[in-house]
Nanobody, 123 residues
């Protein structure tokens, strides 16, 4: 399984970005997916996740109401729509595949990771 994240960039405070992650393999629709982020000097933290059906999602409190996670099973792609971006959202964002159908906030639940895409929000 390979995950390829894209869509990061430099944006001003209050701006928007949409991250995409294409996942190889024919069983995309059978497992949960997540976005994590890691800022310099900090631990990697969960941002959002979505279960296999797309009906269950989870968001870290600091992004609720601003970020939206979604998936397109026909395109083997998971998205993270990020609005009203803040400087504290600056980090490398990683997509990850859950080993099961679930959606959860713990790193050990995810067995495959993308390479990361840099998001920088200027003040």
């Amino acid at each position: 399984v390979q995950l390829q994240a894209s869509g990061g960039g430099l944006v001003q405070t209050g701006g928007s970005l949409r991250l995409s992650c294409v996942v190889s393999g024919r069983t995309f629709s059978t497992y949960g997916l997540a976005w994590f982020r890691q800022a310099p000097g900090l631990e990697r933290e969960p941002v959002a996740c979505i279960d296999w059906s797309g009906l269950t999602t989870y968001y870290i409190n600091s992004v609720k109401g601003r970020f939206t996670v979604s998936r397109d099973n026909a395109k083997n792609t998971v998205y993270l729509e990020m609005n009203t971006l803040k400087p504290e959202d600056t980090a490398v964002y990683y997509c990850a595949r859950n080993g099961y159908r679930d959606c959860g906030p713990y790193r050990q639940q995810y067995d495959s990771w993308g390479q990361g895409t840099q998001v920088t929000v200027s003040s």
